[in-house]
C-alpha cells in the first residue's frame, strides 16, 4: 500500500521540522513544508497530498482558517488542524470549513496519528461517495425518461433534464416547489388528477398511472405521459423521500389510435367484400337456378314434342321466365319473357317486379303481396293462376303465371322463379 503523504503548513520552522520527524517515524511521507498560507495554496495546487496539517496562525495576511476553506473547497484534499488556539472563536470558524481534525498543541503522536488514519479514511469515503454521487447523477439527467425527487413532504429536491423540459419547469425553478405544483396532470375527461409523489408517500407504496393521463406543462402544452411514484426508504425503512419517473407517450398514444382507426377501416371494408360476396353468391344461386328452371322447360318441350312426333333438334320454349331476389327486383329474363312483357333485361334489371309485370284486374300491390308470400316462405302451395298479362304497349295476352321459390345451399329461400306461359283464352283466376 502506498504511503500517505503529508503537506505541513506551520510557520516555526522548529515546530515543523519536529512535526516532519515525528511523520516520518510513523511511516508517513512528508511532501512540503510551508511557513505561509499564500505559499501552501500554490504548492499544494501543484503537489497535492493526502492531507494537510495546518496551523491557524500563520505569518502573511491570510491565516490557516482561510487557505484550509480553499483547499477543501478548491482541491477536496482532508485539513487536520494543529493549533494551540482553543478559543470559542477560533473554533467556530475553523469549524465553518469542516475539518477532519483539531489537535491542541502540545499533543501525543498516537493522537495525532489517529487523527490522520481517521481523516484519511473519511476522505476516501466522501470521496467515493462524491463520485457515486456524480456517476447516479449523470446517469439520471442522461435518462430518456423524466425524473423528479423530493423529500419527505413531496417538495421538489431534483429533477433532471428531461422533467424540466416536459414539465416546462426548469430546475433551479422547481426546486423548493411541491410536487403537484410541478408536475400537473389530468385525466381523459380534463379533470385534475391527484398527485402521484404525495400518494406514494402517504400509502408508502408504489403508484402506477392506471390509466391514460396527460401532463400539462407550463406553457399549456398537453402531452400524453405514463408515471411511477415510488417512496424511497432508508435500512431501517425509514421513509426519506420520493421519486417520480414519467415518459412522454403520446407518439406511442396516437400510433395505437391510428392503428385502430386503420382496423376500423378494415372491419369496415371486410364487412363490406362479404356483403358483396353474399349478394354475388346470391346473385350466382339464382342465376344457376334460372338456368335450372330454363332446361327443365326445354327438357319438358323435347318430350311432349317427341311424343307428338314433332320433336326438332331446336325445340321452341315458348315459357317466358323471370328471376327475382328476395327484395323481389328483377335479375334474370329470358328471351321469351322479353318478347311477352315488353321489357329487355337491360331495362328490367334492378326494377321491382311489380314495375315490369302488369295484370289486368290485379293491383301492384297485390301482385307484390303475393311474391313476398313466397319469398318469405308463407305460401304452402305452389302460386299459380290464370290471366291477361298487359304488355309494356298495353297488348293483352292470356297466359298462366306460377311462382317458385328457389334456395341456397343452406336452404334459405333467397329469391324466386316466375313462369309466364301462353294459354288460350279462359275466366281469369285469382291470385
Known amino acids: 500500500m502506498a504511503e500517505t503523504s503529508v503537506w505541513i503548513v506551520e510557520d516555526e520552522s ?202 400539462v406543462s407550463l406553457d399549456g402544452t398537453r402531452r400524453f405521459v405514463e408515471y411511477t411514484a415510488t417512496p424511497i426508504m432508508d435500512e431501517k425503512e425509514h421513509l426519506t423521500g420520493s421519486v417520480l419517473i414519467f415518459r412522454d407517450i403520446s407518439d406511442r398514444v396516437r400510433t395505437e389510435e391510428e392503428l385502430r382507426r386503420h382496423r376500423e377501416h378494415l372491419e369496415e371494408l371486410v364487412a363490406e367484400r362479404t356483403l358483396e360476396l353474399q349478394k354475388v353468391n346470391a346473385r350466382l344461386e339464382q342465376t344457376l337456378h334460372y338456368i335450372d328452371m330454363v332446361e327443365k322447360k326445354w327438357v319438358e318441350d323435347a318430350l311432349v314434342s317427341e311424343v307428338a312426333g314433332s320433336y326438332t333438334a331446336q325445340p321452341r320454349m315458348p315459357d317466358g321466365l323471370i328471376s327475382i331476389d328476395s327484395g323481389l327486383h328483377v335479375r334474370l329474363i329470358n328471351y321469351a319473357a322479353e318478347e311477352m312483357i315488353g321489357w329487355t333485361q337491360k331495362d328490367a334489371e334492378n326494377q321491382p317486379l311489380s314495375a315490369i309485370l302488369s295484370l289486368e284486374g290485379h293491383s301492384k300491390d297485390a301482385i307484390a303481396k303475393q311474391l313476398r308470400s313466397v319469398v318469405a316462405g308463407g305460401a304452402r302451395e305452389p302460386v299459380e293462376m290464370d290471366c291477361i298479362l298487359l304488355r309494356r304497349d298495353c297488348v293483352r295476352m292470356p297466359v298462366r303465371i306460377s311462382v317458385e321459390p328457389f334456395r341456397d345451399h343452406s336452404g334459405m329461400i333467397i329469391g324466386a322463379t316466375v313462369s309466364i306461359r301462353r294459354i288460350q283464352p279462359s275466366p281469369v283466376g285469382k291470385m
Open 14 to 215: 522548529i515546530v515543523a521540522m519536529d512535526l516532519k520527524a515525528r511523520l516520518l517515524k510513523m511511516g508517513y511521507s512528508v511532501t512540503g513544508i510551508s511557513g505561509y498560507a499564500e505559499e501552501a495554496i500554490e504548492e499544494i495546487r501543484l503537489h497535492p497530498p493526502d492531507i494537510v496539517l495546518m496551523d491557524i496562525v500563520l505569518k502573511g495576511t491570510m491565516d490557516g482558517i482561510e487557505a484550509a476553506a480553499i483547499i477543501r473547497e478548491e482541491l477536496e484534499i482532508p485539513v487536520v488542524y494543529l493549533t494551540a488556539y482553543s478559543e470559542e472563536g477560533t473554533i467556530s470558524r475553523a469549524k465553518v470549513t469542516e475539518p477532519y481534525g483539531y489537535i491542541l498543541k502540545p499533543f501525543m503522536e498516537r493522537d495525532l496519528q489517529i487523527a490522520i488514519e481517521i481523516a484519511v479514511y473519511k476522505s476516501s469515503m466522501e470521496r467515493r461517495l462524491r463520485a457515486s454521487e456524480r456517476w447516479l447523477k449523470t446517469t439520471m439527467q442522461s435518462m430518456g425518461e423524466g425524473i423528479i425527487a423530493t423529500d419527505t413532504g413531496g417538495v421538489v429536491r431534483f429533477m433532471n433534464p428531461v422533467a424540466s423540459s416536459l414539465t416546462g419547469v426548469g430546475e433551479e425553478q422547481a426546486a423548493g416547489s411541491p410536487s403537484g405544483a410541478v408536475f400537473r396532470i389530468e385525466n381523459g375527461a380534463g379533470n385534475r388528477g391527484a398527485d402521484p409523489v404525495l400518494q406514494a408517500l402517504r400509502d408508502q407504496r408504489a403508484v402506477y398511472s392506471d390509466q391514460l393521463m396527460v401532463l
